[in-house]
């Protein structure tokens, strides 16, 4: 829980490839067009990030039952392959919206890594922002599902008696039903002692069985401006016009420079005692 994304603060981004791009997305439209002329033909655009489905699914809805809140979050899963994959990062939430920005991880392709972007999210209108670190810029993101009951299937009204994550739980089976008609089954771990607070889900999303765990939690409301895009940040229409200018920014340095970003795992994240942003 040491970190907030740095996306709140163009400035501290200490990535090589974040400060040379900003340094040359300031060169003028001419130096712009010589560079594309020198870089040859740009490469076809990379899809966007999709949100995580503890994010974007019904499982965003259990997240909603205390008003502010942030932890370190990890959801695992078991594709129908074998084998596993998991996302990890830092989660926030207020007032039934939710920040992630995610832990550094494997590059989703030479043009991005995992932690260059954010995700936004309004859990009941079922919509939110990707924001691009590297870009600085923002764009809208959507899910036409949304969840229209939520119902508890069964549960444990006595002492909690589960441990999980160093909190006592109480376990509970919760079923949501969403707009396409679907139906989900969810396990879900609460701790008393922080506001019923959801710790451990488990259940299927997209097909997929998953474990959501949540650690280091705590209750209190993070920044309302934190749940806004920047406003120093540049609006895309679409992800897919904010990744096509992404990659073909990337191509053009990276042509006209003859340079390959060195590996790191600076997350991009700043300190969260640190001054905020103010609207």
Partial sequence: MDHLPKLRSPGLWASGLSVILLAALGGGCASSDKQRADAGPVPEAIPAPAPPTF????????LTNVDGFRARVVMETTPSAGGSDAVAGELMGRDGKLLFAPQPGTPRNKYSKVEDFSYLWN??????????????????????????????VSGTNGPSSDKVSGYLCHKTEVKAMTSDGSESVFQVWRAADLR???????????????????????????????????????????????????????????????WEAPPTDDVGFQNPTGPMRQP
């Fill in 196 to 258: 019923e607070m959801p710790i451990r889900i488990t259940g299927v999303a997209g097909g997929t069985p998953f474990v959501l765990s949540l650690s280091k939690v705590r209750i209190e409301t993070p920044p309302e401006d934190l749940f806004l895009p920047p406003g120093d940040f540049t609006k895309y229409s679409s992800s897919e016009l904010m990744m096509h200018e992404l990659v073909s920014r990337q191509h053009n340095l990276k042509r006209k420079r003859g």
């Fill in 55 to 62: 994010l974007s699914g019904p499982v965003a809805v259990l």
């Fill in 123 to 152: 859990v009941h209108e079922s919509r939110g922002f990707l924001l691009s670190g590297p870009l600085q810029g923002y764009a809208p993101i959507s899910s036409s599902v949304r969840v229209t009951n939520l119902v508890a």
